[in-house]
């Protein structure tokens, strides 16, 4: 693990530097495996600098997971918009927008998905409510489909958590080296997500020119 920069420039940073500092350490060694100190070294700060933002590790955890599902949710919301009243194009664009941001940081999105273990009662509160906001999202998509006729599932309501969890879990396995594009991942997800609720059609756009799609 690459330590941060120490020294005068690094006594008052930012408070994004010691976020990724925390994701680096999260990710690598989980929320329990991972001291303030640690956080701090990584950071290249003092303590007082990371307390001067957050009472507690527990704070810094909660700042990681509310920022990304904010992001996360607004994403979708414009995903949804341009996408237009067509709940197969909505799902479509919904599932590749879940699956880009997903892909954008896998590991914010692994300590996202893998440490609500670790929230106190009223913290994890707030996430599973930021968690509904999203899920509510694609629920209503794959309801309208279905109540359209463009859609075929028979249990809309866990057709639809199946494409969220389907798409939040690209960052479990792909790597920036791996043979496909976040596009590309994106575009056949968003085909497997229509699969997934019975769509009686694709979505009504020409397919992008990336090779062996």
Sequence with gaps: MTRGNTGAGARRPGRQVIIDAAVRCFY?????GSSVRDITQEAGVTAAALYHYYTSKQDLLMEIITRFM???????????????????????????????WNASDVASSFIVNSEIRSLDDA??????????????????????????????????????????????????WYRPSG????????????????S?????????FEAPTYGGV
């Design 28 to 32: 690598e060694h989980g929320y329990d």
């Design 70 to 100: 904010a992001n996360s949710i607004e994403r979708t919301e414009e995903a949804l918009r341009r996408a237009g009243p067509d709940p197969v194009a909505r799902l479509f664009a919904a599932a590749q927008s879940h699956v880009l």
């Design 123 to 172: 913290n994890r509160e707030r996430h599973i409510a930021q968690r509904d906001t999203l899920q509510r999202m694609f629920d209503e998509c794959v309801q309208d489909g279905c109540d359209q006729g463009v859609f075929a599932a028979p249990w809309p309501r866990e057709a639809s958590r199946a494409v969220v969890v389907m798409c939040t879990f690209v960052a479990r």
């Design 179 to 194: 043979p496909l594009s976040p596009d590309e991942i994106a575009w056949r997800y968003g085909h497997m997500a229509l």
């Design 196 to 204: 997934l609720v019975g769509a009686s059609r694709g979505p009504q």
